[in-house]
């Protein structure tokens, strides 16, 4: 915890944690915000969405602010849906990581899938009167007694995944959760990059009405307008997230549009796979006979493989350590400046930013 | 008709048998006409083919689900008893290390296994656990998909080598492997049920199981067999999606009872039992695809699509009557 | 006794008990009848007529008792049993499956195999046809057209088709449980010829009816159930309507009380 607890106020980016500079390190796919906080906002406001340049405020005062009074031990709950996810093990290690560093004591459940197992967690968490608690609900309704509860005693509750019901009275401080329409922005600038200015996008969409779904089709659609105005979507269908579809929807828009497709970006993994699958049976190719340009989301294991293959282009990955990071942030700004906090975060959805992956940058 | 004569009440009665018959065709043949003025890609071999190679996964596990409801019960389990079948085909190709015949018979088999299991397992707790067969494998439909979780452990298993998917991608001269499936099951399933003694049961025991039972067929052990051999088919389809897929997807075939239920009804078997004919099931499980196909090639936007799609269905289902109707005066 | 003759009754019924629950469906029934007889089976709605058939018929397990054929003990574990010792019943509803033809029908659960074992034994519809129309004509009942689905048949001609059914293995009983009582009083008139055609072949026949007069006229001996119990087994040519309504409703003699 040596960086944030030697009561240095300057704010340079040796002070703040290694992991902040790791993320705002990478070329060409970083959360702009984060090159704010290297100090140069100049060069990436434009475009940064208000909620997640207040959201990034937040966390920098925090670190000022955090530097100076973290000798107070103070205690968070997490009570996690599941473990048996590496995505939430994920969650785990980063919240451990970024509790150590402030000398927080991080208080970790696992309810195993189980709503019954995770409303007993919560009510232990609360009778170990931890000061915030973050909460990845395994149903977003189910959970509310619990939450409830915890409003009753005064422990703020934060969202972390997954949305928490809050239509029947349960307080939610905000809701921490990966930044689907960046995601989208992401895949537009990758198609302008690799297409140029020109050329034809098939969009395959996910579960009509998802907000996943809607997140990332309209991240991805007025992205395309901005840094691509000439290139065309040329068909855009939902295929249910699902490869099977993906698959049948690919083998028929490719009849539809036969030579005429440069690229297709896929609202997830599965549907891209089943695109490559249709592509690569129909032996299809871009106009001027490269391999059609295939984007996916989410960086599942199968589309991974197929990138290193350099049969698919890209991905875009969640990041589960950075979510639990900002969980333990999130609750640590709270303790120590609520009425600021509220302020600036009451009730909202605050992004955890999301990273493009290609052959360039695959992880081990 | 070589006896006439106590039916002289029903002269009109010949047409009416051949538009009982063939509704389902018309309907067919209309949906293609249409489809061929709206997309000029529409008619091209190869797109054809891909409907039918399409539709190949849910018309396999439809043969099944359509004598199930030929007995006057009804199976929702089907899509996740196929996933489950697929992730077990996948495992063993897998732990087999994949291009080994052997192995691959041998991983076939486990999913055909699998399917089986789960299928006399409906059939036994419908017939001798005395529950309706709705509640049945509506808790099925839900351990399936529990167990296939479970055993991808929630991600997708994949790199099964090509030999297997050479089921879902190879051809006998021009025709996949798929449509050769297709044609052979449903000509098996249409003899089965047309020309022999248990198949005359199953249409029989859906009618008046009453009846049947008097007669002395053994009707419990009858339903359990249907059960599992519909069990058995949708491992096809599990087996034959995942050779598709190239992958068994732990959330593969999700929903698809309901688009099975869509071909079986489509093609006119009664949801009460005793009436139907499998190859007109085929039928539905293809004009289901034409939909999809149609509304692609078409690009109708997303929420269009769930609103057309269903549409399209109940337009078909209404023009299949009405042609009954009209030239085949007012049977059922 | 009221054997009409020759020694071994055909079919004899000792203490047949049978339970539903705690409901005494049957309480300690005997009854026996001979080769070529018309039985009567009478009774108010729940006396008991249609648990004893379904007794007889394989249908039912009686909770105690014993049945013989020919002086043999026998039991009928299923219905199949029953039909495999020579009984046959031709059920008040017929129990015909409405989507079969006729021959479909009347060759149900015995239907002629061209070949094939197992699971698949192919039908040989052609045969089936031409023994059903055979068996019709021998019967000189209305031939439905063949092919058409029972169900679109009249009452008549349903009832026809659930005959042949029962007479086409020449059993040794035959039991029509309330064969009027959907027709039309022509199609009665000629149904009711048939249990003595029957039983002028040396087929036994039980008939159960509502219509009192038609098992007066048809029947050489009548038994009337009430609440379970075999109340009255009478000579039919040694009764009235007046002496079976008595025992039917109760407080009658019970002159056929000690019958075995």
Do not use: C
Request: proline share 4%; charged share 15%.
């Amino acid at each position: 915890m040596g960086v944030a607890t030697d009561g240095a106020l300057a704010l340079t980016p040796a002070r703040f944690p290694p992991w902040l500079a790791l993320e705002a390190g990478r070329q060409g796919n970083e959360w702009e915000g984060w090159n704010m906080l290297r100090g140069n906002a100049h060069r990436t406001l434009q475009g940064t969405p208000r909620r997640a340049l207040r959201w990034l405020l937040a966390v920098a005062a925090a670190l000022l602010i955090g530097g100076a009074t973290a000798q107070a031990t103070y205690t968070v709950g997490l009570s996690l849906s599941t473990l048996n996810n590496p995505f939430f093990v994920d969650v785990r290690d980063g919240a451990q990581q970024e509790a150590q560093l402030f000398g927080i004591k991080l208080v970790v459940t696992d309810a195993q899938n189980d709503l019954n197992k995770q409303i007993s967690d919560i009510e232990d968490l609360i009778q170990q009167k931890v000061n915030v608690l973050l909460v990845n609900a395994t149903d977003s309704a189910g959970v509310v007694p619990a939450v409830k509860e915890a409003n009753a005693a005064g422990i703020p509750v934060f969202a972390i995944d997954r949305a928490i019901d809050t239509s029947t009275g349960a307080q939610v401080v905000a809701q921490i959760a990966s930044d689907n329409v960046y995601g989208g922005r992401l895949q537009a600038r990758r198609v302008a990059e690799v297409l140029g200015s020109t050329g034809n996008v098939v969009e395959l969409e996910g579960i009509p009405g998802a907000s996943a779904a809607i997140d990332r089709k309209s991240g991805f659609e007025s992205e395309l307008k901005s840094v691509a105005p000439n290139v065309q979507i040329i068909a855009d269908q939902p295929a249910g997230f699902d490869q099977a579809q993906g698959l049948n929807v690919m083998q028929n828009i490719l009849q539809a549009h036969q030579g005429q497709i440069d690229a297709v970006v896929a609202a997830n993994d599965s549907m891209a796979v089943g695109a490559l699958q249709a592509i690569q049976q129909a032996g299809a190719k871009r106009p001027n006979g490269q391999p059609i340009v295939v984007i996916g989301f989410d960086a599942i294991d199968q589309s991974l493989s197929q990138i290193k293959a350099g049969a698919m282009d890209s991905t875009v990955a969640q990041q589960p350590k950075l979510m639990g990071r900002l969980g333990v942030d999130a609750a640590h700004m709270l303790s120590l400046d609520s009425l600021m906090f509220s302020t600036l975060a009451s009730g909202q959805f605050m992004p955890v930013a999301v990273q493009l992956i290609t052959a360039q940058n695959l992880p081990q | 008709m070589p006896e006439p004569s106590t039916l002289s009440a029903r002269p009109r009665r010949d047409w009416g048998q051949i538009a009982l018959a063939y509704g389902i065709y018309l309907v067919l043949l209309l949906f293609v006409a249409a489809m061929a003025l709206l997309s000029p890609n529409f008619l091209r071999v190869t797109n054809l083919l891909n409907i039918v190679t399409q539709a190949s996964t849910v018309a396999v596990i439809a043969v099944g689900t359509t004598m199930v409801i030929l007995l006057a019960e009804i199976d929702l389990s089907v899509g996740s008893v196929a996933a489950l079948a697929g992730a077990v085909t996948a495992g063993v190709l897998k732990a087999g290390g994949g291009a080994d015949p052997v192995w691959l018979l041998l991983a076939v088999l486990a999913g055909l296994a699998i399917g089986t299991a789960l299928g006399a397992l409906n059939g036994a707790l419908t017939v001798w656990g005395g529950i309706p067969s709705f509640i049945v494998t509506l808790g099925m439909l839900s351990v399936g998909r529990g167990l296939t979780l479970l055993y991808t452990g929630g991600r997708p298993i994949f790199g099964l080598g090509g030999g297997f998917s050479a089921m879902a991608y190879g051809r006998v001269g021009p025709v996949p492997v798929p449509i050769i499936i297709l044609v052979v099951l449903y000509t098996l399933a249409a003899l089965f049920l047309h020309t022999t003694q248990l198949g005359r049961y199953i249409y029989a025991a859906g009618t008046n199981r009453r009846a049947v039972a008097l007669a002395g067929v053994n009707v419990d052990r009858l339903k359990v067999g249907v059960f599992a051999l519909a069990g058995t088919l949708a491992g096809l389809g599990g087996v034959l999606l995942t050779a598709r897929l190239d992958s068994a997807q732990p959330t593969a075939a999700t929903g698809w009872e309901l688009d099975v239920i869509a071909a079986v009804v489509l093609g006119g078997t009664s949801l009460y039992g005793g009436r139907g004919a499998v190859m007109k099931t085929l039928v539905g499980a293809i004009i289901l695809q034409l939909i999809s196909n149609g509304l692609n090639l078409l690009n109708v936007q997303a929420y269009w699509q769930q609103i057309t799609k269903g549409g399209v269905i109940l337009l078909a289902l209404l023009l299949e009557r009405s042609i009954r109707r009209v030239r085949g005066g007012d049977e059922m | 006794m009221t054997d009409t003759g020759t020694g071994t009754p055909l079919l004899e019924l000792q203490g047949i008990v049978k339970r539903f629950g705690g409901v005494l469906a049957l309480d300690d029934v005997s009854l026996s009848l001979d080769r070529g007889q018309v039985l009567g089976l009478v009774g108010d709605n729940g006396a008991g007529k249609s648990t004893l058939i379904k007794v007889v018929a394989g249908a039912y397990q009686p909770d105690a008792g014993t049945l013989r054929m020919d002086g043999a003990g026998v039991r009928f574990p299923a219905p199949r049993s029953a039909k495999e010792a020579g009984i046959e019943t031709v059920y008040q509803d017929l129990a015909l499956v409405d989507t079969l033809d006729a021959a479909g029908n009347i060759f149900l659960g015995r239907e002629l195999v061209r070949f094939g074992g197992g699971p698949v034994k192919v039908l040989n519809k052609r045969r089936m046809q031409e023994s059903a129309r055979e068996l019709l004509g021998r019967l000189a009942l209305e031939l439905p057209s063949s092919g058409t689905e029972v169900g679109m048949l009249s009452g008549g001609q349903r009832q026809s088709v659930a005959i042949s059914r029962a007479l086409y293995t020449r059993p040794k009983l035959v039991i029509l449980d309330e064969p009027t009582s959907a027709l039309a009083v022509t199609e009665a008139r000629k149904v009711l010829e048939l249990p003595r055609t029957l039983a002028a072949q040396g087929v036994a026949v039980i008939i159960i009816s509502h219509t009192l007069q038609d098992v007066l006229d048809v029947t050489d001996r009548i038994a009337v159930l009430r609440k379970g119990r075999k109340v009255a087994d009478l000579r039919t040519a040694e009764t009235t309507l007046e002496e079976l309504v008595a025992h039917i409703v109760g407080g009658g003699r019970t002159r056929g009380a000690g019958y075995a």
